[in-house]
């Protein structure tokens, strides 16, 4: 990370935490302080603090805390990258890239910008297709759902849009390898062509690419854009940057089998709704939604290819960690259809009790043998031990089998499956809380971080030994390297270190800060000296033990020297 070091700073000094914050929740002075509800736990009473002094912000209650690149990865799930790229956009930063990068990142941009222009050419257009808006007319969307998911019109023409694009200034060939004009033996020609356009957006709100489905019935129905630069179908979802506060909200998202389920869904009031790209679910999928929710609920067709494509997806999804349930619709019916005649309501309805996948696979009526053989499969994708166990029992008691022939069955189908299975399924394990540190290294890194100018002159009292708890030596080390003022710190830490460092930074002012510290420095002698007799001592029992004597002799000289001074 030292590379972005100049770079933060630049966008710090920049930036205000509180201003950034009050954009996502509400916050009340607090004395010096800031104060609102933790985005990052459910609670009643404030204890998410932001000093707009030190430019940190750090909750008492989820122990959590960090600077703004901390605040905007966590609360709108970006990595580091993608937070430091819409803040140095905000702060009005340039960001440097490393040489080699400088032509792809400048080609990116290049990308984005003319999806842009692109999208405003084809919202323009729907408004004067006549067909576009009787299409939209026949499936319920009035001109408000348009415009909230910029649906636009491709017209009937090989190079409406490379005229467009051109006298905007861009060359055939960039716009080719955006993927918006195609090359055929007569020349470029647009490649959408009469088609309804939905905008695909990235998770940083850009568009990236376009999907359109034929009004006129030509093949293939749904055209993607192909895969670009800034384009890769395995990991983008249609309609997530739009649906990521819903979906956090409600604690799942909505699995829907295209464009217009998520469209339809929204019409009708539910925001969570997601689809594919495509037909395939992938698990770069499963671990994009991971960054928001555990939870998913797959909504597909109730036909036989519906129920098919459910399958497979929920397989590739439960991989991935999460836990997926499904909703079954009556056979001939979609979510589309199902919404329109029977409404919001019934819909919920069937949201508020969804299938688990066990319950999901006995609905099928297959043969109860085909039947188990299938749902073991499922299960042994599960990496979680205790869902696995919740699906055992379930699959036992409805196929009336003994659970013991179940777990036999998916140790062997276990087996099957870890053959060409990696154990990078973002199922981490979760980080266990550290207990308390010790209170002599808590004051003494509290005193440092408090007087940044003088904490490198009184950490030359300390070495890093004296600090028993392995994160305040690491914290210690880098003061002592002239690391000291908070969010010089911050980007050197995890997310440990960064809630540690923070909590030790919003802590109230030690007074007298020359005598606390010498009490310090006294202190952490004291308990290094300790530290070092019971290793002594232990030392000493071990050579006891083997009768070296002349170790023991050498032990017990070192252990004099560290009794008290008599
Ligand atoms: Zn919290």
Redesign the pocket.
């Known amino acids: 990370m030292p590379a972005y070091d100049n770079t933060l700073e630049d966008i710090k000094n920049r930036l205000d935490i509180v201003d950034l914050i009050s954009e996502y929740i509400s916050l009340k002075k607090a004395g010096q302080n800031w104060k609102g509800l933790?985005p990052?736990?459910a609670?009643k009473t404030p204890?998410?603090t932001v000093s707009p002094a030190k430019q940190i912000f750090h909750?008492f209650?989820?122990n959590?805390g960090g600077d703004i690149f901390s605040f905007l990865t966590r609360y709108e799930n970006l990595t580091f990258p993608e937070a430091l790229n819409v803040l140095a956009k905000r702060a009005g930063v340039e960001l440097k890239t490393r040489p080699g990068t400088v032509q792809k990142a400048g080609e990116k941009e290049v990308m984005v910008s003319i999806h842009k222009e692109a999208l405003t050419f084809f919202e323009n257009n729907l408004t004067k297709s006549d067909q576009s808006q009787k299409y939209f007319k026949g499936r319920g969307i009035d001109k408000d759902t348009q415009k909230l998911f910029s649906l636009g019109y491709a017209p009937q023409s090989w190079n409406a849009l490379m005229n467009f694009l051109t006298k905007k200034g861009y060359k055939a060939e960039v716009i080719k390898k955006a993927g918006l004009i195609s090359q055929g033996a007569k020349g470029f020609y647009d490649t959408f062509r009469h088609r309804i356009i939905f905008p695909i957006y990235d998770l940083k709100g850009d568009v990236v690419a376009f999907g359109g489905r034929s009004i006129d019935g030509s093949d293939p129905k749904y055209l993607n854009s192909p895969e670009t630069l800034i384009f890769n179908k395995r990991k983008v979802l249609y309609g997530l940057y739009r649906a990521k506060k819903a979906i956090k909200e409600s604690g799942y998202a909505l699995f829907m089998e295209g464009y217009m389920d998520v469209i339809t869904a929204q019409v009708y009031g539910i925001s969570n709704a997601i689809a594919p790209l495509g037909t395939a679910f992938t698990q770069e999928h499963g671990k994009l939604i991971k960054r928001f929710v555990e939870d998913v609920v797959l909504v597909f067709d109730g036909d036989q290819a519906g129920i098919k494509a459910a399958k497979k997806a929920a397989d590739i999804l439960l991989e991935s960690g999460l836990n997926v349930k499904m909703l079954l619709f009556p056979a001939k019916e979609d979510p589309d259809s199902f919404l329109r005649k029977h409404g919001k309501d019934a819909f919920q309805k069937l949201l508020d009790n969804p299938l688990t996948i066990i319950d999901f696979l006995l609905k099928l009526k297959a043969d109860k043998r085909v039947l188990a053989r299938e749902a073991i499969e499922t299960i042994s994708r599960v990496p979680d031990k205790v869902l696995q166990g919740e699906y055992v029992k379930m699959l036992s008691e409805g196929l009336k089998i003994n659970e013991v022939f179940i777990i036999e069955e998916l140790k062997k189908a276990g087996k099957r499956l870890s053959s060409g299975y990696n154990s990078a399924h973002g199922n981490a394990v979760p980080q266990p809380r550290p207990g308390p540190r010790p209170l002599d290294d808590v004051i003494t890194l509290q005193l440092l971080l408090q007087q940044p100018d003088k904490a490198s002159e009184f950490a030359a009292k300390f070495a890093p030994e004296d600090f028993k708890d392995p994160l305040s030596r690491e914290i210690f080390q880098k003061i002592k390297e002239g690391i000291s003022d908070v969010n010089a710190l911050l980007p050197h830490f995890d997310d440990i270190g960064k809630a540690y460092i923070t909590e030790l930074s919003m802590r109230d002012e030690i007074e007298d800060f020359e005598k606390a510290m010498e009490d310090c420095v006294k202190k952490m002698k004291e308990n290094k000296r300790k530290r070092m007799l019971s290793e002594i001592q232990t030392k000493i029992r071990d050579a006891e033990k083997k009768k070296d004597f002349a170790l023991i002799k050498k032990l017990q000289i070192e252990q004099q020297l560290l009794k008290p001074g008599e």
Do not use: V
């Open positions: 933790c990052f736990h609670e204890s998410f909750c209650g989820c959590t």
